[in-house]
């Protein structure tokens, strides 16, 4: 099983970016597939998940900003990112958990991706 992240890079403030995450392995659609980021010096940290019946999860520092989306025809899952601030700044992985829903608990995941890096700044 395998997943691949795509689409980090640098970005001003108040710019989008949009991240993909390639899953390929396992079966995608029953998964609960989240996006965590870990800036430095800091804990890695949920930031959303979609579900596997399609309902979503945000963190509340993303909220309004960033959405999350999957297609099951792709094996892939997206999040994207509009109106990014400084401390969006950080590392973002992508990860599936063998049941319905989202949980913080990185210990709870079976899969994780390698990271892509995000910057934000002028």
């Known amino acids: 099983a395998q997943l691949v992240e795509s689409g980090g890079g640098l970005v001003q403030p108040g710019g989008s970016l949009r991240l993909s995450c390639a899953a390929s392995g396992f079966s995608f659609s029953s998964y609960a597939m989240s996006w965590f980021r870990q800036a430095p010096g800091k804990e890695r940290e949920g930031v959303s998940c979609?579900?596997?019946?399609?309902?979503?999860y945000y963190a509340d520092s993303v909220k309004g900003r960033f959405t999350i989306s999957r297609d099951k025809i792709k094996n892939t899952v997206y999040l994207q990112m509009n109106n990014l601030k400084p401390e969006d700044t950080a590392v973002y992985y992508c990860a599936g958990r063998s049941t319905r829903y989202y949980s913080s608990s990185l210990n709870e995941y079976d899969y994780w991706g390698q990271g892509t890096q995000v910057t934000v700044s002028s």
């Open positions: 979609m579900n596997s019946d399609g309902s979503s």
